[in-house]
């Protein structure tokens, strides 16, 4: 399944196919098909329901493995700083399993199956991942945890192939299911109705282990994670059982040759120009997850109930705020000037890393909830750009490529740049200086600076993207503007108004 998630800038140890869907598509609705006519009634609102209902118990299982249990768990086993970098860059390599399976699904028409088994590999393989690695250190000592740390990353190299592997079967699955004209406010819906179980499950998971592993002691530590992975199990293998009941029509497509299938979207000039843009923006932000993470334990000393609420949290909550405003920008004002807006945002947030060696948990706070606003935008309008380019071609049955090329590309530049970030922080291990207004830096410093830079070298190639029906970017930064401060003004007045209500 696809995950969009809101938090890859701070914290994507998930693959973005292994987690739950949440897709959002804000696009203006498609004409109706016949895919989308064949089920509809009590039928399809049941379906959906289930759909819907999956998604709560597959939030508990992503946001109760995300933020402080991994980085704890491998910083447990003694991983290295490469060794963090090679996690961050693991999810980029699984999801290229994508292309071959896109090619399986397209033949056999099988999405449901292909889906289940997958699903269930991804979700299941998190048993192992909790018991084998904590086995090896706990029955042959802290000698072997070299040993531990590869076995780690191996099974999660599994893992998210798995999920990589279901994800492009569920896109097209639910592509048919969902009739075009409910798209947007179905997804954006099921989307909010997750965050109100991701929030408990992140901030309990950090509770679990801030009360029985704060000793810091790498067995209490790993025991406590291996837990929380088997209890989060068993919610991600609730979600996909979920499936079981929703029906599914097999639907194989003609087979066409491989190359011309794939070369058709390189030669789309704008095509090329969106793909070099999401490449070097998804090579900025591959390796922050892991490091934000890290630097908030290991730098700032900060609790795992407090890593939760900084990365996960805190930016779930602000892209409650935002989802539906960035749907009506792209809606009103065009894909590209949404995207430009928030690439442009994410600068700033980028260099504000920083100056936080000696910041406040509520700094950090505020800081991921101004990234995960942005990059909420950038998914949104990533994801509705790379759906207008595969229905550019839809009439001789190419469309999906475009997405597969899309993903190729995306996953091989984060893959890189998990692998850069790991090797610099290896590298710059010992490193230090003192800067005038930064204060003391280390090579955590040198990695958000870095990242910074790309994110603004993104911009270039954006620019290039022509939009026809777009207007431009200021006027939907206006929108934006103008939107978010009645929204702030609006929960401000909240409380006064009801006093007033009750006092008349």
Not at 167 to 172: H, K, Y
Not at 217 to 231: E, K, R, T
Not at 378 to 396: I, K, P
Not at 409 to 417: E, K, L, P, S
């Amino acid at each position: 399944m696809i995950c969009m998630s809101t938090l890859p800038v701070y914290n994507r140890p998930l693959s973005r196919a292994a987690a739950a869907p949440d897709v959002i598509n804000s696009a203006r609705p498609a004409p109706q098909t016949t895919a989308d006519a064949a089920l509809g009634g009590p039928p399809l609102r049941r379906a959906m329901s289930v759909v819907t209902v999956a998604w709560l118990f597959g939030s508990v299982w992503m946001h109760g493995l995300a933020g402080a249990p991994l980085t704890h768990f491998a910083a447990a086993l003694g991983a290295t700083n490469f060794e963090f970098g090679l996690m961050a860059a693991i999810p980029f390599v699984a999801a290229l399993a994508a292309l071959p399976a896109s090619v399986l699904i397209d033949r056999t028409g099988q999405r449901k199956l292909i889906f289940l088994i997958a699903l269930y590999v991804n979700r299941l393989m998190w048993v192992p991942i909790a018991v084998v690695p904590w086995w090896i250190v706990h029955r042959f000592g802290p000698g072997h945890m070299h040993t531990a740390v590869m076995v780690f990353l191996v099974l999660l190299m599994v893992m998210n192939v798995g999920g990589s592997i279901g994800g492009p079967a569920w896109v097209s699955w639910m592509a048919d299911l969902v009739p075009s004209r409910l798209r947007g406010r179905y997804f954006a819906r099921r989307r909010q109705w997750g965050i109100c179980s991701a929030i408990p499950a992140a901030l309990i998971g950090g509770w679990a282990l801030d009360a029985y592993a704060g000793t810091n002691v790498a067995g209490d530590v790993l025991l406590m994670c291996a837990v929380l992975f088997m209890i989060a199990t068993v919610f991600g293998a609730a979600d996909v059982a979920m499936f079981h009941f929703v029906p599914h029509t097999p639907k194989p497509r003609p087979r066409q040759p491989l190359l011309r299938t794939f070369a058709g979207p390189l030669r789309n000039k704008r095509f090329a120009f969106f793909c070099l843009c999401s490449a070097i923006l998804w090579f900025a932000i591959a390796g922050q997850g892991q490091f934000v993470n890290k630097f908030l334990i290991e730098r700032l000393y900060v609790g795992s109930v407090s890593v939760q609420m900084i990365v996960l949290v805190g930016p779930l909550l602000a892209t409650l705020l935002v989802l539906p405003i960035w749907g009506r920008v792209i809606d009103r004002y065009g894909k590209r000037p949404a995207m430009m807006i928030a690439i442009v945002g994410l600068v700033p947030v980028g260099f504000g890393w920083c100056f936080l060696s000696g910041g406040t948990a509520l700094s950090c706070g505020l800081l991921a909830a101004l990234g995960a606003v942005c990059w909420t935008g950038v998914e949104v309008a990533n994801f509705n750009l790379t759906l207008e380019f595969s229905g550019t071609d839809r009439t001789s049955g190419g469309g999906s490529a475009y997405i597969a090329v899309h993903s190729v590309i995306v996953n091989t530049a984060g893959c890189m740049g998990g692998l850069f970030y790991g090797s610099v922080a290896e590298y710059l291990a010992d490193w230090h200086a003192v800067a005038p207004v930064l204060g003391r830096m280390t090579f955590y410093e040198a990695l958000f600076a870095i990242s910074a830079a790309l994110r603004l070298l993104a911009i270039a190639p954006l620019l290039l993207v022509k939009e026809p029906a777009a207007k431009p970017t200021v006027y939907a930064l206006r929108f934006m503007v103008g939107h978010l401060y009645n929204n702030v003004v609006g929960a401000v007045m909240l409380p006064m108004r009801i006093v007033r209500r009750g006092e008349k």
